[in-house]
């Protein structure tokens, strides 16, 4: 039933924005929701996050920490909700300005893919192509990122798969390898 109740929330929140939106003790509430309730309904309050942080940039980096812990959740593989968190994924991604969290978003996602099933992986390695698309600055970054790994592997970082906060990962710094 919440879930049905957010889905409903989800669409009528571009006109609710023009209002004032939503206020931080329910926002607090949607990440409450997020990180206790289940898969479904954690995917919903993620997709009304996503929708509130484009208005308010001031709990951008919680959203993307939300978003990298849920992509953990031991449940993801019998959810009926897949679909909804790889276009959020594809979402946050294009608007997402720090490359290092763009890396270890998508790191995360390639680590759950390769123990779920095949169609997963599939779908993971398109939503992150396509997120990548005409990003020319961070191609050349990535790029630039392989050359000082060839030169320099002596000082490679580890990536950190336990980390909570997809900025401090690693993930950008790290060899691709061991993913």
Request: glycine content about 4%.
């Amino acid at each position: 039933m919440l879930g049905g109740l957010l889905t409903g929330v989800n669409r009528s929140y571009p006109y609710i924005s023009k209002q004032g939106g939503i206020d931080e003790h329910n926002i607090n509430t949607l990440f409450k929701l997020v990180y206790v309730s289940n898969f479904n309904v954690s995917v919903q309050a993620l997709m009304l996050l996503y929708q509130i942080s484009g208005t308010k940039n001031d709990f951008c980096n919680r959203f993307y920490q939300a978003l990298y812990s849920k992509l953990l959740d031991p449940t993801i593989s019998s959810s009926s909700k897949k679909a909804f968190l790889l276009n959020l994924i594809y979402k946050s991604l294009k608007r997402d300005n720090a490359t290092s969290r763009k890396v270890a978003i998508a790191r995360r996602l390639l680590q759950v893919s390769n123990v779920d099933d095949p169609v997963l992986a599939c779908a993971s390695l398109y939503t992150i192509s396509e997120a990548n698309k005409n990003s020319v600055k961070e191609n050349d970054s990535l790029k630039s990122a392989e050359n000082k790994e060839e030169t320099d592997k002596a000082t490679d970082t580890c990536y950190d798969k336990a980390a909570r906060n997809p900025m401090y990962s690693n993930a950008d710094k790290s060899a691709a390898v061991g993913v």
